[in-house]
């Protein structure tokens, strides 16, 4: 096995850990993130929460970011501080990642988990858009989805017996196995 392989072996196992993917989707929300806020809005300890944004800086996901004061806040490696959500590159394939290995560990646990919970939806379908189809459609489902999107922050908004459910909506044009030619490339822009 070469260095860069069991490098990104020991990188995807950094991911692994259901503590460390919250961390990093908090300060994909946030822009930056202390262990104090951590621990507030994820329920565990700062202490807990410290080690894991500490472990996350030694794989390359976050840096430390401009202290204030004596607050030590993390942010996302090679970010500008106080970043807007949209504005955060290179994010695309690491919220991919989380969302592949969240899925990986779901199938692997699945039957561990409560009676209850044994259930998941999954779909696909290859569909005809326009491209103005494309963008309209992804945004009634995110309408949809955003219906439940505040539970997430807010505990006492979540219904008895709710817990996290990972949801991903990925919709994107299929292309050619063999690129298309300049000149065709133009056509369909």
Known sequence: MTEEEQARRVDGAALRHPIRAQLLDLVRELGTVTSTE??????????????????????????AAPARGRVRPWRLRGTEPAPEPSAVTG???????????????????RADAPPEWRVDAADSA??????AELQGLAGEIRTVLHRYTGREHDPAARPAGAGPVGSVLRLFPLLPETPLPPETKDQHS
């Open 126 to 131: 290859v569909l005809y858009l326009t491209p």
């Open 91 to 109: 994010l695309g394939e690491l919220s991919r990642e989380l969302e592949d290995e969240g899925y990986r560990r779901w199938l692997a646990q």
């Open 38 to 63: 951590a621990a507030r809005r994820l329920g565990h300890s700062s202490g807990l929460c410290s080690f894991h944004l500490r472990q996350l800086a030694r794989y390359g996901y976050l840096e």
